[in-house]
Each structure stands twice: as structure tokens, then as C-alpha cells.
């Protein structure tokens, strides 16, 4: 049951992130990868909140299966973050590049991090 609940997250994340991150791209007049940014930051606040809620009691484990490991993992992605980076500073864009492992990295871990609070504030 629980592969079943993390493939129906993954269906839905996986999907939403390439959705997100085209979207936001396409606004953006700038070789800094804001799609993947976003997508990464937003899973990161979600996963915080879902693993904070299951340690207070709030959140099932099938929760934490579907959205946790599922959607987050199907949402966020380390793999583009790596390759963008790269391709930053290969195509010249070094600042860019460093820029976005600063920015992943501080937002990622602040997000989480707001995520574990909202979630203790609600269960705790």
C-alpha cells in the first residue's frame, strides 16, 4: 500500500514540477533557473510541514508517504539543480551559477525549517 501511496504522489508532483517550473521560466528574462528554484523551495516548506506534523502526532505515515516521499520527492529535484549549476558556469555565468547554489541551499534549509515551526505551532 504504501508504493501505491508514494507512485500517486510522485504521479502528481513529477507533473506539477514541470509545469511550475516552465511557467515560471517562461517569465523570467534571465539564465538563473527560477523554476527549479521555486519548485525546490516550496518541497522543501511542504516536506518540513509533513515530517514536523508526523513527528507531533498530527500527520499519518500515509500521509508522509503520498506527499513526503511521493510529491515532495517527485516535486523537488537535485538532479536539475546539479545540471543547471553547471551549465551556469560553463556557459560563463559563474555568479549565476554561485548565486544559485547559495540561494538553493539558504532557502531550502530556512524553508524547511519554517515548515517544522508552522507544524509545531499547529501540533505542538
Known amino acids: ?3 501505491l501511496l508514494v507512485a500517486l504522489g510522485a504521479a502528481i508532483g513529477a507533473p506539477l514540477r514541470y509545469f511550475t517550473d516552465r511557467a515560471i521560466q517562461a517569465r523570467h528574462d534571465s539564465v538563473f533557473p527560477w523554476g527549479t528554484l521555486t519548485v525546490n523551495v516550496t518541497g522543501s516548506l511542504l516536506l518540513g510541514f509533513l515530517l514536523g506534523g508526523a513527528t507531533a502526532g498530527g500527520v499519518s505515515p500515509e500521509v508522509v508517504a503520498a506527499g513526503g516521499v511521493g510529491f515532495c520527492g517527485a516535486l523537488t529535484t537535485y538532479s536539475t539543480f546539479g545540471y543547471e549549476t553547471v551549465r551556469l558556469a560553463e556557459g560563463g555565468s559563474v555568479l549565476y551559477g554561485f548565486a544559485n547554489i ?6 531550502g534549509l530556512a524553508a524547511a525549517w519554517f515548515g517544522l515551526t508552522i507544524a509545531g505551532v499547529l501540533w505542538g
Open 102 to 107: 547559495v540561494a538553493s541551499l539558504a532557502a
Open 1 to 3: 500500500m504504501t508504493v
